[in-house]
């Protein structure tokens, strides 16, 4: 499908086209990354690197501690560049991949600014409300994450699955499918993780790097956090607010808070289960929304002004409409179609 010259439906073949002719690269993610993002983009990286191409650079608006408190195991995480990066390159001669953003608004304010003086965006994604933002749209709504549809690509090229391209693919597809706990993941999710496997690589260290790495500070922090748990509908909605006193207090990153909705989640009652974050320095209020079983609570995002997957999506605020006005226009909408 065309829309205003865009490939709005772009196929593996369309991108494999691309990726072949075209010698020069930037690659990006959307903020606030998780291990999809940086997995991904990585692994992105290395195969168009396996192909020969002149020039490859990730680059993120990110700030750098970030990657190396939350992603330093990844190999080559060292590598991803900052915006400024950006100002040294004509970016006319350029393709601009976009990996793992639903949106053009979320990959940051630099790459919005810059995004139309790239050669050609492509935009790889599976969230279902992409707003296909590419000249060319690879956006998969059925692969557990943007790992699996770079591991495809891999495969599509000719380009070896070894242990150093396994290790950049496995922490992105293990990230978005929760360790593989979720409905998103297919019988091909695991084949693709069997195969991973093959190379050498051990699940231990992802479980050690991914899971069991948290300061003595984040869990005093996260004590915190859970002494303060909200609750209504009988349990049914529990939520939790995380604000920036609290972060400051215990030394914790913005990012590395992420895990704490998935831990209120543990609760046997729940339905829908969400965190209030604080980001005073983005000026932002962002809400966290999980659920389970049929609850879609990417529809509440919608209404509100974000989106996501049916079971877990995210929606931001204007830091001055304060923690207290959003937590009740959330509650409203949840209260709505719980």
Not at 203 to 231: C, H, Y
Not at 312 to 320: C, M
């Amino acid at each position: 499908m065309i829309v205003n010259d865009r490939i709005a439906n772009s196929t593996i073949e369309d991108i494999k086209e691309i990726l072949k002719k075209e010698d020069k690269f930037v690659i990006t993610f959307h903020v606030n990354p998780d291990y999809d993002a940086v997995g991904s983009s990585l692994s992105l990286s290395y195969i168009l690197k396996k192909l020969g191409k002149k020039e490859v650079l990730v680059v993120s608006e990110e700030r750098k501690e970030v990657f190396e408190r939350i992603f330093s195991f990844i190999p080559t995480w060292d590598s991803i560049k900052g915006v400024e990066e950006l100002n040294n390159i004509d970016l006319s001669n350029y393709v601009l991949v976009v990996l793992d953003s639903g949106e053009k608004k979320r990959i940051g304010k630099t790459f919005q600014k810059l995004i139309s003086q790239f050669k050609t965006v492509v935009n790889i994604d599976h969230h279902h409300d992409n707003d296909m933002f590419g000249d060319y749209n690879l956006v998969e709504l059925e692969v557990v994450g943007t790992g699996e549809i770079v591991y495809n690509i891999a495969k599509s090229l000719g380009v070896e699955i070894d242990k150093d391209l396994a290790m950049l693919i496995y922490p992105a597809i293990v990230g978005d499918s929760g360790s593989f706990r979720f409905d998103s993941v297919r019988p091909y999710t695991h084949i693709i993780a069997s195969e991973l496997l093959k190379t050498g690589i051990k699940p231990s260290f992802f479980t050690m790097a991914m899971f069991q790495n948290k300061s003595l500070n984040f869990i005093k922090f996260e004590g915190e956090v859970f002494l303060n748990i909200k609750a209504c509908c009988d349990s049914k909605i529990v939520w939790v607010v995380i604000t920036n006193e609290m972060m400051k207090k215990y030394g914790v990153s913005d990012n590395e808070t992420e895990p704490v909705v998935e831990d209120i989640g543990r609760i046997k009652d729940c339905v829908v289960y969400f965190t209030i974050k604080e980001k005073v320095e983005r000026g932002l209020i962002s809400v966290a929304l999980r659920s389970k079983g049929n609850f879609d609570v990417s529809e509440v995002a919608k209404k509100l002004g974000g989106g996501g997957h049916k079971n877990a999506s995210g929606v931001t605020f204007d830091l001055s409409l304060g923690v207290e006005e959003v937590e009740k226009r959330v509650l409203e909408e949840l209260k709505k179609h719980l």
